[in-house]
């Protein structure tokens, strides 16, 4: 089973950015859909962003105009773009791959934003 692996998280200024990674031990294409989820503390899991296997992209209200999802096929790799980063952001990132009818899911990144 292909299994994914978050990375590039860490501590950041507000206003500042950050790029998260999320790499497939297999081929990307894999995955039907790959979404990055959030889970502040206190805070209800939320879509971040996805990212269809055709390229078709979605993403949370609260995020929008502010991250972008990517992908590098050669890479096996998602990339989760943040700019502009808020105290609400601070939580722990998840990058979620459906992968059938099972969800393959991360082991999490810590994101933290500082006022």
């Known amino acids: 089973q292909v299994q994914l692996r978050e990375s590039g998280g860490g501590l950041v200024q507000f206003g500042g950015s950050l790029r998260l990674s999320c790499s497939a031990s297999g081929s990307i294409f894999s995955f039907k859909r790959v979404g990055w989820y959030r889970q502040g503390p206190g805070k209800e899991r939320e879509l971040v962003a996805s990212?269809?296997?055709?390229?078709?992209?979605e993403y949370g209200d609260s995020v929008k105009g502010r991250f972008t999802i990517s992908r590098d096929m050669r890479k096996n790799t998602i990339f989760l773009q943040m700019n502009n980063l808020e105290a609400a952001d601070t939580a722990v990132y998840y990058c979620d791959g459906a992968l059938g009818n099972i969800v393959v899911r991360g082991q999490g990144t810590q994101v933290t934003v500082s006022s």
């Open positions: 990212i269809t296997a055709g390229g078709a992209v």
